[in-house]
């Protein structure tokens, strides 16, 4: 089984950037899809941005296309999330979630992710 950790959450302003690191740990991570998904109280778990294993696809949440850019570190075992021109609305706790049959593709919804980590917090200020 895989253990992810998620850092670099905390408070920013408004446009200002941050990025989000997912550290996997456990079974092997480069035949996995990754995802980062993020929540607020009382709402559901919203899909932000996935990556295919190996070079595949990536996929982004309507919201956050052209600011956000999700990459991965097979060596390193870390998926980043790289967040720029940060809007209030993107105010969360924010999960690193991994798909676990091998080779499956990266999809939004968060059902279809089993492994998940505990979360960071990342606030936008105005």
């Known amino acids: 089984q895989v253990q992810l950790r998620e850092s670099g959450g905390r408070s920013v302003q408004a446009g200002g950037s941050l990025t989000l690191v997912c550290s996997a740990s456990?079974?092997?991570?480069?035949?996995?899809?990754t995802a980062w998904f993020r929540q607020v109280p009382g709402k559901e778990r919203e899909f932000v941005a996935g990556?295919?294993?190996?070079?595949?696809?990536?996929l982004y949440a309507d919201s956050v296309k052209g600011r956000f850019t999700i990459s991965r570190d097979d060596d390193k075992n870390t998926v980043a999330l790289e967040m720029n021109n940060l809007e209030l609305e993107d105010t969360a706790i924010y999960y690193c979630?991994?798909?676990?049959?091998?080779?499956?593709?990266?999809?939004?919804?968060?059902?279809?992710?089993?492994?998940w980590g505990q979360g960071t917090q990342v606030t936008v200020s105005s």
């Open positions: 979630a991994q798909r676990r049959r091998r080779w499956a593709t990266v999809v939004m919804n968060p059902d279809d992710y089993e492994d």
């Open positions: 456990g079974r092997t991570f480069s035949s996995a899809s």
């Open positions: 990556k295919r294993w190996g070079a595949g696809m990536t």
